[in-house]
């Protein structure tokens, strides 16, 4: 694990954020509605992280940049859903950022740079393979070590719950 950097979020001059992860996941709704009425609540900044994985097709002439382009496109997409659903709640501020690379490792570089990142919001899926593999990664073996409060909303809650819990 990376070393933690003192958080600022609330000195002067300085505002906290909620880091919540955009990945097109159905789970994914219920972290950003959290965060979204969580940060509205709290006078926080909405940054929303989405991840693209590597490309494996370095090795082949332009394969690896159309797929590079493609996985770009269609995170942008997942944000411009996950922006219109927080605007129809609540006015935000919110800050988007979209990273290529491995998912938790792109997190943990944010939360190093970010010295505002106060909390990263994620969503527990309700399938039969578990809460998700970042969810496992970061909930489990890091969460001792991770430089910020790690949220965690399950996947089975509704509207109204989240909203009573937010």
Known sequence: MMTSVKRKAFEAGHQPKLLVIIDGKPES???IRYAARRASRTGSTLMMLA???ESDFNHWLGVGDVMRIEATELA???LARAIASVQAL???EIETLVVEGVMSEQILALIHRDEDISSLILAAGT???GPGPLVSLLAGQAAGHFPVPIVIVPGH??????????
């Open 76 to 78: 942008e997409q997942h």
């Open 157 to 166: 809650l509704d509207d109204q719950a989240i909203d009573a819990l937010s």
């Open 51 to 53: 991840v693209t994985g």
């Open 29 to 31: 709704s219920r972290s």
């Open 90 to 92: 609540t006015p935000l």
């Open 127 to 129: 399938e039969a393979e």
